[in-house]
Structure formats: C-alpha cells, structure tokens
C-alpha cells in the first residue's frame, strides 16, 4: 500500500471553513475523487479541481471520535466496472458550498512518485482499498456526508471493515492521544512486493514494529485462487518487526488482507 501524505485543506476549502461558521450552516461532504495526476506537493493547498480524475469513490458515513472536533470519516475505492488500470495519485474530498457550488475541500497525495496501483476488475476481481480520515471540524454535529445507497454498509460488514474504533487513518493529520486504540482496514499484499530472495513481505515502512502492532490475514473477498495461493504460502508473522514470513511458495498473485493495526 502506497503511503499517504500532505493531506490538507484546499484554499478553498478553508474559505467555506470560515463561511459556514458565520453562517452557521453545516458542512456538506458530496464526494471522493481518485485522481492519477502528480503536482508539487507545496501547490495542494492551492488546487481548485484535481488533476486527471478517474473515478468516483465512495463515502461512507463518519463516525465521531472522542474528540467533539474530529471525525472518521471512511472513504472506499473498488474496481468493480473499472475497465482500464491507472496509478493513483491524489484523494480528493469534495464539499458543497452555498456560493459556488462542489468544491475541492480536502486532498491527498501519495508520497511515492509511482502512486497506487488501481488494477482493473478482470485483472483482480473484488480489489478494494479503505481510508479511513481523520478530519478536524468545528462541530461533529454540524457535518452531513452524503452516502450514496450502494455504499452502505450492514452492521455486520461494518464491524468487519473497521471495527467499532476506526481511530487509525493513514491520512490523518496526527494521531496523538489514539494509543491502546485499534481499527481494521482492507490492504493488499502485492505480489511483487515479496521479497524472493528471504521469502519476506514488509509492512515496516507504513507501519513500524516501534510504533504499531499489526495483525494480518485474508479478507473475506479473496478468490480460490488466492486462498490457495496464501495457503500455499505457509505465511506466518513475527513478533519483533511488522513482516510476514512465506515457508510455503511466495503468492504470485495480489491478496487481499483485513489489517487489525494498534498503536502502541
């Protein structure tokens, strides 16, 4: 998974910031948008639309934290219909604001120059990603998501995807104060990224052993094909570093996985 950075608030949307406060109105979150266009990081803030958009994620509703001024709010990508494969670059959520209409409210950029890898459904049946954003406001009670109908969820596939904590986000502006918290997110262990030589898969750069405890096992989305290969696998875990051990043939195919990450 690519990590995430530089998420901010756009200039315009700290402008609908301040003018929902004087006008006491809610904020409306509409959308999210994956895009497969790069920029220099310092220009985020200044976006007004995202460069190449490619698909339109979907919004679950937000969760409130302990925080009275910080929500979760869980953002899903799937492939499903995705007929052509791209790099993923930025996340962008968008806003309604009473004067100009949509706006580009927050956004995100990989910090990687390759980006995300978004496969096509025929390449990887079922592939999907989670964020899970960690989003500073004014009132909790103030902010409306709009969800569409194909994006909810059941109380069962909720405790599934992110438990009933869902503090942790890769793209969060800070999680101090969250320790002995944990969430559950979707990930993928790429094939490509086995190392063939120890027959090892390290999650150490996303996820420090210093900083998390991390928990790893197939998501319930998986093809025969993929169980198989992860049985085959013989994949264990380790106590002193955040890597999966292969005593069976690396997978040579992509397998989607539920994380259970702790911050310790």
């Known amino acids: 998974m690519a990590t995430w950075t ?9 402008a609908l910031d301040m003018k929902l406060i004087s006008k006491e109105q809610p904020l409306r979150l509409t959308k999210a948008i994956a895009g497969a266009g790069r920029i220099d990081p310092a220009q985020l803030v200044s976006l007004a ?9 979907v919004l679950l509703d937000k969760e409130t934290n302990t925080d009275a001024a910080e929500i979760t709010l869980p953002v899903l990508l799937t492939n499903k219909g995705l007929t052509e494969s791209y790099h993923m670059q930025t996340l962008g959520i968008y806003a309604q604001d009473p004067d100009l209409g949509e706006i580009l409210y927050m956004v995100s950029q990989t910090l990687a120059e390759e980006g995300e890898e978004i496969p096509t459904e025929a390449q990887q049946p079922a592939f999907s990603i989670q ?8 009132d909790t009670e103030n902010v409306t998501v709009e969800v569409p109908q194909a994006g909810v969820l059941t109380e069962l596939a909720a405790d599934r995807r992110y438990a009933k904590a869902a503090d942790f986000a890769e793209l969060a502006e800070g999680v101090a104060g969250k320790a002995e918290k944990s969430a559950v997110v979707l990930g993928v262990v ?16 996303e996820y420090p052993a ?15 094909e993929q169980l198989e290969a992860w049985g085959s696998a013989k994949v264990v875990g380790s106590v002193s570093a955040n890597v999966l051990k292969a005593f069976g043939d690396v997978p040579a195919v992509d397998v989607p996985v539920i994380m259970e990450v702790k911050r310790k």
């Open 131 to 138: 964020w899970n954003l960690c989003i500073k406001v004014s």
């Open 190 to 205: 790429r094939a490509q990224s086995w190392d063939q030589t120890d027959k090892t898969y390290s999650f150490e750069t």
């Open 49 to 57: 639309q995202q460069p190449e958009p490619k698909q339109q994620l």
């Open 6 to 14: 530089n998420f901010c608030r756009t200039q315009q949307g700290k």
């Open 210 to 224: 210093g900083s998390y405890d991390l928990a790893v096992e197939p998501d319930s989305s998986c093809s025969e």
